[in-house]
Protein backbone atom coordinates (compact mmCIF):
# COMPACT_ATOMS: atom_id res chain seq x y z
CA UNK A 1 0.00 0.00 0.00
CA UNK A 2 1.43 3.22 -1.40
CA UNK A 3 1.48 5.82 1.83
CA UNK A 4 2.72 9.04 2.46
CA UNK A 5 3.48 11.29 5.33
CA UNK A 6 3.94 15.08 6.03
CA UNK A 7 5.39 16.18 9.09
CA UNK A 8 7.36 19.19 10.41
CA UNK A 9 4.91 22.06 10.70
CA UNK A 10 4.22 23.77 13.95
CA UNK A 11 3.99 27.48 14.53
CA UNK A 12 6.88 30.20 13.83
CA UNK A 13 7.36 33.55 13.67
CA UNK A 14 7.77 35.42 10.36
CA UNK A 15 11.63 35.16 9.12
CA UNK A 16 11.86 32.03 10.65
CA UNK A 17 12.74 28.24 9.24
CA UNK A 18 10.62 25.13 9.63
CA UNK A 19 11.84 22.00 7.60
CA UNK A 20 8.97 19.69 7.12
CA UNK A 21 9.35 15.86 5.70
CA UNK A 22 8.00 13.50 3.69
CA UNK A 23 8.13 9.74 4.49
CA UNK A 24 6.69 6.97 1.94
CA UNK A 25 6.25 3.12 1.80
CA UNK A 26 5.10 0.80 -0.40
CA UNK A 27 6.59 1.96 -3.65
CA UNK A 28 9.74 2.67 -5.07
CA UNK A 29 10.49 5.64 -3.98
CA UNK A 30 13.44 6.41 -5.54
CA UNK A 31 11.60 6.41 -9.29
CA UNK A 32 8.91 8.46 -8.31
CA UNK A 33 8.08 12.07 -8.62
CA UNK A 34 7.41 13.65 -5.08
CA UNK A 35 5.07 16.95 -5.23
CA UNK A 36 4.44 19.69 -2.38
CA UNK A 37 1.75 21.46 -2.13
CA UNK A 38 -0.29 24.05 0.13
CA UNK A 39 -3.49 24.79 1.53
CA UNK A 40 -4.26 28.10 3.61
CA UNK A 41 -8.13 28.54 5.15
CA UNK A 42 -10.42 29.17 2.63
CA UNK A 43 -8.83 28.57 -0.31
CA UNK A 44 -7.85 26.22 -3.21
CA UNK A 45 -4.54 23.96 -2.55
CA UNK A 46 -1.67 25.00 -4.72
CA UNK A 47 1.46 23.76 -5.61
CA UNK A 48 4.63 24.57 -4.17
CA UNK A 49 7.66 22.33 -5.04
CA UNK A 50 8.00 18.99 -7.09
CA UNK A 51 11.21 16.73 -7.51
CA UNK A 52 11.72 14.40 -10.11
CA UNK A 53 14.13 12.01 -9.82
CA UNK A 54 14.02 10.85 -13.54
CA UNK A 55 15.87 14.10 -14.67
CA UNK A 56 17.19 15.12 -11.28
CA UNK A 57 14.69 18.85 -11.64
CA UNK A 58 13.57 20.55 -9.01
CA UNK A 59 10.45 23.01 -9.29
CA UNK A 60 9.12 25.95 -7.47
CA UNK A 61 6.56 28.11 -7.24
CA UNK A 62 7.34 31.65 -8.00
CA UNK A 63 6.85 32.82 -4.41
CA UNK A 64 9.32 30.43 -2.77
CA UNK A 65 11.53 30.85 -4.79
CA UNK A 66 15.09 31.43 -2.71
CA UNK A 67 13.43 30.66 0.02
CA UNK A 68 12.69 27.21 -0.12
CA UNK A 69 14.19 24.19 -1.07
CA UNK A 70 13.55 20.18 -1.64
CA UNK A 71 15.88 17.53 -1.02
CA UNK A 72 15.83 13.52 -1.03
CA UNK A 73 16.87 10.87 1.32
CA UNK A 74 17.12 7.53 -0.18
CA UNK A 75 17.85 5.90 2.89
CA UNK A 76 15.28 7.25 4.68
CA UNK A 77 12.95 7.08 1.74
CA UNK A 78 11.78 11.09 2.73
CA UNK A 79 11.60 14.19 0.52
CA UNK A 80 12.55 17.61 2.79
CA UNK A 81 10.83 20.74 2.45
CA UNK A 82 13.24 23.19 4.05
CA UNK A 83 11.31 26.41 4.37
CA UNK A 84 13.43 29.61 5.27
CA UNK A 85 12.30 33.26 5.43
CA UNK A 86 8.68 32.14 6.21
CA UNK A 87 6.35 34.64 5.86
CA UNK A 88 2.77 34.82 7.16
CA UNK A 89 1.31 33.90 4.13
CA UNK A 90 2.84 30.90 4.25
CA UNK A 91 0.32 29.37 6.49
CA UNK A 92 -1.25 26.54 5.40
CA UNK A 93 -1.54 23.03 5.91
CA UNK A 94 1.47 21.16 3.27
CA UNK A 95 1.04 18.33 1.72
CA UNK A 96 3.17 16.28 0.00
CA UNK A 97 1.68 13.66 -3.29
CA UNK A 98 3.39 11.39 -6.17
CA UNK A 99 1.84 9.97 -8.84
CA UNK A 100 1.94 5.97 -9.18
CA UNK A 101 -0.01 4.74 -12.26
CA UNK A 102 0.17 0.95 -12.24
CA UNK A 103 4.07 0.16 -13.26
CA UNK A 104 4.67 3.20 -15.16
CA UNK A 105 6.76 5.69 -14.21
CA UNK A 106 6.04 8.99 -15.41
CA UNK A 107 9.30 10.97 -16.80
CA UNK A 108 11.08 14.39 -16.86
CA UNK A 109 9.10 15.98 -19.47
CA UNK A 110 5.70 14.76 -17.96
CA UNK A 111 6.22 16.47 -14.79
CA UNK A 112 8.36 19.66 -16.52
CA UNK A 113 4.78 19.86 -18.06
CA UNK A 114 2.06 18.42 -15.38
CA UNK A 115 3.96 18.91 -12.28
CA UNK A 116 1.93 22.46 -10.68
CA UNK A 117 -1.28 20.21 -10.84
CA UNK A 118 -3.28 18.85 -8.11
CA UNK A 119 -5.30 16.31 -10.65
CA UNK A 120 -1.16 14.77 -11.81
CA UNK A 121 -1.09 13.21 -8.63
CA UNK A 122 -3.06 10.00 -6.78
CA UNK A 123 -1.45 9.25 -3.84
CA UNK A 124 -1.73 12.14 -0.99
CA UNK A 125 0.01 12.38 2.52
CA UNK A 126 -2.29 13.96 5.54
CA UNK A 127 -0.95 17.09 5.72
CA UNK A 128 1.19 19.26 8.18
CA UNK A 129 -0.29 22.78 9.97
CA UNK A 130 2.71 25.53 9.23
CA UNK A 131 1.32 28.80 10.69
CA UNK A 132 3.30 31.96 10.27
CA UNK A 133 2.87 34.96 12.84
CA UNK A 134 3.72 38.18 11.85
Known amino acids: EVQLQASGGGLVQAGGSLRLSCTASGFDFDAYAIGWFRQAPGKERVRVSC????????YYTDSVKGRFTVSRDKAKNAVYLQMDSLKPEDTAIYFCATRIIGDRVDLGPFFRRNWSYTYTYNHWGQGTLVTVSS
Open 51 to 58: TSPSDGRT
